[in-house]
């Protein structure tokens, strides 16, 4: 993870954070009835598989309004899963005998996406309708 401000200009920020992943083990197994009951069965160590690694990637921009405006605010924009990465995060069943989606990805890292936001940052001088920023009126 890091970020970059600009030295001149307006105050604006730019931050990356890139995550990699190996992949979550698993290992095949299988169902067997027994007169106790259904039993899995490890068919080979657990963790001898994994699934696919990951690598995701997430940028962010983000802009701070001109301190001379009356209410000061952030734009951020962020650009989630740059790389696109679309490994699996989970399998249907781990069932090598299953007779559906033996050993399928049911659940799957979500796509590229932009988020776009606004934080506004009011204080009791903005707050006060129609008086100028630093004044205030009392009534006695």
Not at 27 to 46: H, K, M
Request: net charge positive; charged share 25%; with cysteine.
């Amino acid at each position: 993870m890091g970020s970059r401000r600009r030295a001149h200009g307006p105050d604006s920020c730019v931050a990356a954070n890139l995550q990699h992943f190996s992949g979550k083990p698993w290992a095949a197994t299988a169902q067997a009835a027994l007169p106790q009951g259904d039993v899995r069965i490890f068919l080979e160590p657990r963790g001898a598989r994994r699934l696919p690694s990951q690598s995701l990637l997430d940028i962010r921009v983000s802009k701070n309004d001109a301190p001379r405006r009356r209410r000061p605010h952030r734009a951020p924009r962020d650009l989630l899963n740059v790389l696109n990465d679309d490994a699996e995060e989970s399998l249907a069943t781990d069932n090598l005998f299953s007779p559906t989606n033996s050993c399928a990805g049911v659940a799957f890292v979500d796509p590229r996406r932009a988020m776009l936001g606004v934080r506004l940052e009011l204080s009791a001088d903005s707050l006060a309708w129609g008086e100028a920023p630093g004044r205030s009126t009392r009534v006695v």
